[in-house]
């Protein structure tokens, strides 16, 4: 088809000089019948060894993870087991917050926090946790990425839950939240509840020994554009699940097409339109999707800091649009709230990314949706960021 020509032809453009463009990439865009309006795969896994990129290749999704995990939490408040706004639960099922401390106006991490945290704030980022990679104030604390579960409960945070907004480590703790409340560790409960369902096969929180030949390797841009393969400084584990902290927020290894089968569903309603089973109502959807920040338009204006270069560029801004229109956040990631003449995409398209340089965005207006994924870092990469642009586009294009 044309559109799959265009998209490929897009990708061997940005892959052609893989040392100072992007070694490897994956596109995969669906509508909410399931139908793949493209699905393409160009350059490599890993400049080292050199094995083509293909549309089997296992990503580190990082933050791409969340969703999963606001999908898995919307299921429990669905069925009465946890509440968004029951500070109770928070104090039953995660007591270790009770001493959650809070990061004072000189920088130190100061007294108990007074207000009470709720799920809704977990899933909308006011809860008052960040990322010391994205924060500089958080980093010079000498607080560091928590690797384990009282490291993750034990985190301060930067402002009384409640009042303000912080893009943060909250879903890692929505995710043991979810853990406590059923009884199974997050890989058992989402593979049960939402993968099977799915049909979904090829994403998990850990890597195990098969799928490692199909893991795609991390690379890093240098002060001079040039990339190189480097550790994967998250665990990949093979042995089993028990051996990490599952974390909701930044723990997930998956397939491009079998993410879009998430996607798709949403487009859908909550339903998958391939196996016809479905993981949330309507209603739901509609909640999972909905801005929850309508007093602050601003909100990606905010931007991110590079307080950790190596992770993260500084993000001036997390979605630019002429004329700077109001913006949104919701459960499932910030909300272009009006239409972008930039990639046609529609108002009220919800979108998200990995630190890795992922990029999704689900469009229901328009019924499709699509992910780009690559395993670059520094985060928001200006050759990624530009073919995400350019694939959307051409996706909308299509549609004319």
């Known amino acids: 088809m044309a559109l799959g020509r265009r998209i490929q032809a897009l990708l061997d453009e940005s892959t052609s000089d893989p040392i100072h463009g992007i070694p490897g990439a994956v596109f995969v865009a669906v509508d909410r019948t399931g139908a793949q309006i493209a699905a393409n795969a160009s350059g490599v896994r890993g400049l080292n060894e050199k094995a083509p990129m293909t549309l089997d290749a296992v990503f580190y ?3 791409c993870t969340k969703l999963i995990v606001a999908i898995a939490a919307l299921q429990l408040v669905e069925q009465g087991k946890l509440s968004l706004d029951d500070a109770k639960q928070i104090k039953e099922y995660l007591p270790e917050l009770s001493e959650t401390r809070v990061i004072n106006s000189e920088g130190k ?3 108990v926090r007074k207000n009470d945290i709720t799920l809704r704030m977990l899933l909308s980022h006011t809860a008052g946790y960040g990322y010391q990679f994205f924060n500089t104030t958080l980093r010079d604390t000498g607080y560091s990425f928590p690797m384990t579960l009282k490291e993750l409960l034990g985190s301060p945070v930067l402002f009384e839950p409640g009042t303000s907004w ?5 879903f890692d703790i929505a995710g043991v939240l979810i853990e406590r409340a059923t009884g199974k560790t997050l890989e058992t409960y989402v593979r049960q509840y939402i993968f099977e369902p799915l049909g979904i096969t090829d994403f998990s929180f850990y890597v195990p020994q098969e799928k490692r030949l199909r893991l795609v390797g991390w690379h890093y841009r240098g002060g001079d554009a040039s990339l190189s ?3 994967c400084t998250v665990p990949v584990v093979t042995e089993g699940e028990a051996e990490i902290v599952q974390m909701g927020g930044s723990g997930g290894f998956a397939t491009m097409i079998e993410y879009s089968k998430i996607l798709a569903t949403i487009l859908a309603g909550g339903a998958s339109p391939t196996t016809h089973q479905r993981i949330l109502g309507e209603n739901t959807v509609k909640l999972l999707l909905q801005n929850l920040m309508p007093d602050m338009p601003d909100i990606g204006r905010k931007g991110l800091q590079d ?3 190596i992770l993260s560029n500084v ?3 997390l979605y630019p649009q002429p004329g700077n229109p109001p913006q949104g ?13 930039t990639t046609g995409r529609i108002g009220n398209t919800v979108h998200w990314c990995g630190l890795l340089n992922l990029y999704w965005w689900l469009d229901s207006a328009s019924g499709i949706s699509g992910i780009l994924a690559t395993q670059i870092l520094p985060f928001w990469d200006d050759r990624v960021h530009k073919l995400r642009e ?8 299509s549609l004319i």
């Not at 912080?166 to 909250?170: D, L």
């Not at 919701?330 to 003449?341: F, I, K």
């Open 229 to 231: 393969e480097g550790p």
């Open 307 to 309: 307080a950790i270069p």
């Open 109 to 111: 991490i100061g007294d």
């Open 390 to 397: 350019q694939v959307e586009k051409a996706v909308y294009d």
């Open 315 to 317: 993000v001036p801004e």
């Open 166 to 170: 912080e893009y943060s480590i909250s």
């Open 61 to 63: 999704i990082a933050s």
């Open 329 to 341: 956040w919701s459960m499932a990631g910030m909300v272009t709230l009006e239409a972008d003449s």
